[in-house]
């Protein structure tokens, strides 16, 4: 079984930039998408940014040009790299995981307060 940690968020100012990361455990034998999405208090939640197994990328109208996903396959970690962070941004982040067939693991979720 697949387990999904997250780290990386917490309190910083608007304009300012975190990096989460996403550490997997388990036997992974083959990775389809990784995914970030968030959730907001009272709103539903969103796929922020999405990661192909060959590469392609895509990304949520509201982040694009200011968040990055990436992956180190070594280290079996996935990255939300988030630049010029605005208040909206604020929500729990939640790493997501499609591998095997059909197989899917979420993280606990972690965590992203933007505020003066």
């Known amino acids: 079984q697949v387990q999904l940690v997250e780290s990386g968020g917490g309190l910083v100012q608007p304009g300012g930039s975190l990096r989460l990361s996403c550490a997997a455990s388990?036997?992974?034998?083959?990775?389809?998408?990784m995914r970030w999405y968030r959730q907001a208090p009272g709103k539903e939640r969103e796929l922020v940014a999405h990661l192909t197994n060959i590469g392609n990328t895509n990304y949520a109208d509201s982040v694009k040009g200011r968040f990055t996903i990436s992956r180190d396959n070594a280290k079996k970690t996935m990255y939300l790299q988030m630049n010029t962070l605005k208040p909206e941004d604020t929500a729990v982040y939640y790493c997501n995981l499609l591998y095997g067939l059909g197989s899917v693991a979420w993280g606990q979720g972690i965590q992203v307060t933007v505020s003066s």
């Open positions: 388990g036997r992974i034998f083959s990775i389809n998408v």
